[in-house]
């Protein structure tokens, strides 16, 4: 018997899964192993039928036409890796009253893709998912203790404790977007005012450039017809526009002050930064929160901590929904 178990010449058996990462526009679907070889990949429009059994059965079929392009039976995956927005019941499998995702609500994710697919599913909302996937593949590979950060409509996170997802009372840990930073201040979409999201949320950043981007601004001329957006600060940034920078210090100034209150709480060695972060990279974001969070941390904590930027880039669908399923299988009996 060679060292993997299997008699020599053999090839040692790869288990492989499935990951998919369902979003409200897009679904990210790949067959993946352990080592993040992936297998085979695709991506497509998320259904829209109006209904989630309709939707979840073009998924599924999906999933059959992958499988056969790449040469993978069903049969032999392990487990099945599924990434959703929230709100969900993990235990029950369920998704609840997902905002973007119309005839979805109170749908069984879990219980209709194991019978259409027949293998066991596992499924994690999609910052926890994103927090793996950096974890096993990206960015904080070879760290324990992790935070993940990503600011597109929302602020979302994930946070690995001890080399472990931390889930905390009803799934509920990560919330570090409603983490409140300025008593009475500006409102947010959850109902509460002064919460993180509200000040470095995508969503509530555009919402403030509609009404404060001066005209003349290479801000409001880079803008599409839906008005200024995130990014169109960054490139008018890289132009040295006034205006454009003092946002981006804004915005720097506030994300500085969330990772501040998550080192002082969790102490992690690297907070990964997804999303507005790695779009802007060092000189107009990534540097100037390192040096305002060391400047604001005790030493040791600064010294320990690492602030990078995300690194699983477009796979990061494929990563999440294979680290859900690396997960599930993990702890499957």
Not at 198 to 210: F, K, P, Q, S
Not at 263 to 289: F, Q, R, S, W
Request: charged letters at 20%; proline letters at 7%; a negative charge.
């Amino acid at each position: 018997m060679g060292p993997s178990g299997s008699h020599s010449g053999e090839e040692p058996h790869i288990q492989i899964h499935l990951g998919i990462d369902i979003g409200g526009t897009k679904i990210a679907m790949a067959y993946g192993s352990a080592d993040g070889t992936l297998h085979g990949r695709d991506r497509f429009p998320t259904p829209a039928h109006g209904n989630a059994a309709a939707d979840l059965a073009e998924i599924a079929d999906r999933a059959r036409q992958l499988a056969a392009s790449c040469g993978v039976s069903l049969e032999d995956v392990g487990h099945v890796g599924v990434s959703v927005p929230g709100p969900f019941d993990r235990a029950a499998g369920v998704l609840l009253n997902p905002p973007n995702l119309v005839g979805w609500e109170d749908a069984p994710v879990r219980a209709t893709l194991e019978a259409a697919l027949g293998r066991p599913v596992g499924l994690e909302n999609d910052a926890n998912a994103a927090a793996l996937a950096e974890w096993r593949f990206g960015a904080g590979r070879g760290s324990q203790d992790l935070v993940y950060l990503t600011m597109s409509t929302g602020v979302g996170s994930g946070i690995l404790c001890g080399g472990r997802l931390h889930r905390g009372i009803r799934s509920s840990a990560g919330e570090v977007g409603h983490t409140p930073i300025e008593w009475d201040g500006e409102l947010c979409a959850c109902g509460m005012r002064g919460c993180l999201e509200a000040y470095i949320g995508g969503a509530a950043w555009t919402r403030r450039l509609a009404s404060v981007t001066p005209a003349e601004s290479p801000v409001a001329r880079l803008a599409g017809p839906g008005g200024p957006r995130p990014e169109d600060v960054v490139r008018a940034a890289r132009q040295s526009d006034p205006f454009a920078l003092a946002e981006m210090e804004r915005f720097n100034h506030y994300l500085a002050w969330g990772i501040c209150h998550i080192a002082y709480t969790l102490a992690p060695e690297v907070v990964v930064l997804g999303t507005i972060p790695t779009a802007a990279g060092d000189a107009l974001c990534l540097d100037p929160v390192r040096e305002k969070v060391r400047a604001r941390l005790w030493p040791f904590l600064a010294d320990g901590l690492r602030i990078v930027p995300a690194g699983c880039g477009d796979r990061l669908g494929d990563y999440a929904g294979l680290s859900v399923a690396l997960e599930a299988s993990a702890s499957s009996p």
